[in-house]
């Protein structure tokens, strides 16, 4: 029997409070959340939105971490290799039936928890984040 949970199933705890944090950000931004978690041949999108207002598609990457002090940002962990998965993803999903034809756009939300806290303290949206040459994951690129 444990008495305190293991690192895993502390950061799955993270994943799923950056998660829902990002949700209500992405929500007071204008957008409807359409899917959480969505698996696609190359990968899962952390959240599917919908933006009223331009009628874009939002893929959204949701980092989260615990403040520790030591200056490292959710952000930061986007590497060149995510980027790139990021696109295949946005990729993928315009070739949905459902999605072909409008436009998409890849956003990260940054979510930071003080430690020992269960509400985020800092959330941060970042609109057009990760692009390609072609401009894929811009909103308004087809």
């Known amino acids: 029997m444990r008495l305190w949970p293991g690192p895993r199933e502390d950061q799955r705890g993270i994943w799923k409070r ?3 944090a990002a949700a209500r950000a992405m929500r007071r931004a204008g957008c409807r959340v ?9 990968g899962e999108i952390d959240l599917l939105c919908l933006e009223r207002k331009t009628g874009a598609f939002v893929v959204v990457e949701v980092k989260a971490r615990i403040d520790r002090g030591d200056g490292r940002r959710p952000e930061d962990a986007i590497t060149a290799a995510k980027k790139r998965k990021l696109v295949q993803l946005a990729r993928a999903l315009q070739r949905d039936g459902r999605v072909r034809g409008k436009p998409i756009r890849i956003d990260v939300v940054a979510v930071v928890f003080a430690s ?3 509400r985020a303290v800092e959330v941060r949206r970042f609109e057009g984040a990760v692009r390609d040459e072609s401009g894929m994951g811009r909103a308004g690129t087809k």
Not at 34 to 42: D, F, K, M, S
């Open 116 to 118: 020992g806290r269960r």
């Open 34 to 42: 359409i899917a959480r978690n969505l698996v696609l041949g190359p």
């Open 18 to 20: 950056g998660e829902r």
